[in-house]
């Protein structure tokens, strides 16, 4: 079993900053992988979005929405993913996910989610 445990989120103004951040434990979690990891987004009523990804070599990508706002990275022990959010914007409001996928490389889209986060709600006021 693969636990991811979310911490961070909250509330901020527009151009404010947040960080989120995914514990990885479990007694099936691999620090040296492979993994995708990312994270996505979703608002009540919409289809989620995917934010950003990285895969087991580090290479990362972004959804053009946050691209140079947001940072997602993997602490050296490998068992924390983050999400740095700069420049937050009202649209960036939504429940965030971190997820996991095992495999070495991200599809198009970022993990599936194969392992996921709880969840932690992050509101962007104008």
């Known amino acids: 079993q693969v636990q991811m445990a979310q911490s961070g989120g909250g509330s901020v103004q527009a151009g404010g900053s947040l960080q989120l951040s995914c514990g990885l434990s479990g007694t099936a979690y691999r620090p040296n992988g492979p993994y995708c990891m990312g994270w996505f987004r979703q608002v009540a009523g919409n289809e989620r979005e995917e934010v950003a990804s990285?895969?087991?070599?580090?290479?990362?990508k972004y959804a053009d929405s946050v691209k140079g706002r947001f940072t997602i990275s993997k602490d050296n022990t490998k068992t924390y993913l983050h999400l740095q959010m700069n420049n937050l914007k009202p649209e960036d409001t939504a429940m965030y996910y971190c997820a996991a996928d095992p495999g070495s490389l991200c599809p198009r889209n970022g993990p599936v989610g194969i392992y996921r986060g709880q969840g932690t709600q992050v509101t962007v006021s104008s």
């Open positions: 990285i895969d087991t070599r580090g290479v990362t």
